[in-house]
């Protein structure tokens, strides 16, 4: 492979590692949201909500970066983008083996993240139904009060 080719391509593998530690660090995240909604430490939980949004930004960032270095290898190598993937699962070079040993990872990391963060929302929608309860069981408490002062 030519040397301008390698070294995209490393650039791609260190994009790479960049996005699987940030979806890493998204699914740890969810799993420490989920004990923090547990023990009700809502201020923690609004830092954590935020800390993620950053997280995505950065990620979206990261997807800019590889689509730009994609480009200029399918260009190079006057291939399609739609066909980067199948150009190179043919060549059996190891940079080219880690970028896919590296997306493979970071499909797994995503679905990993994804089902922690679906866990969290049920249990946030569970918790908000149950506030809802307490707060219309403390209004039928107020009601019958109010009866009671009235009967005095």
């Known amino acids: 492979m030519r ?7 490393n650039d791609l593998i260190e994009l790479l590692k960049e996005k699987l530690h940030l979806f890493e660090m998204l699914y740890h995240s969810n799993r420490e949201k989920r004990n923090q909604l ?7 939980l609004a830092e954590s909500m935020q800390l993620d949004a950053h997280i995505i ?6 997807d800019v970066q590889l689509a ?17 993937d199948s150009h190179f699962s043919a060549i059996n ?6 970028y896919f040993k590296l997306q493979h990872e970071i499909e797994d990391a995503l679905i990993k993240a994804l089902g922690e963060n679906e866990a969290f929302c049920n249990e946030l929608q569970e ?14 408490m107020k009601k019958l009060f109010e009866k009671i002062k009235l009967v005095r």
Do not use: P, W
């Not at 040397?3 to 391509?9: A, E, G, M, N, R």
């Not at 730009?68 to 980067?84: M, R, Y």
């Open 3 to 9: 040397d301008d080719i390698t070294k995209t391509f």
């Open 38 to 44: 547990k023990i009700d430490d809502i201020d923690s």
């Open 57 to 62: 930004d950065e990620i979206n960032l990261i």
């Open 127 to 140: 918790t908000m139904f149950n506030t809802h309860k307490d707060m219309e069981e403390i209004g039928r």
């Open 68 to 84: 730009s270095h994609k480009k200029k290898i399918a260009e190079t190598c006057g291939i399609s983008e739609i066909d980067f």
């Open 93 to 98: 070079e190891s940079i080219v083996l880690s």
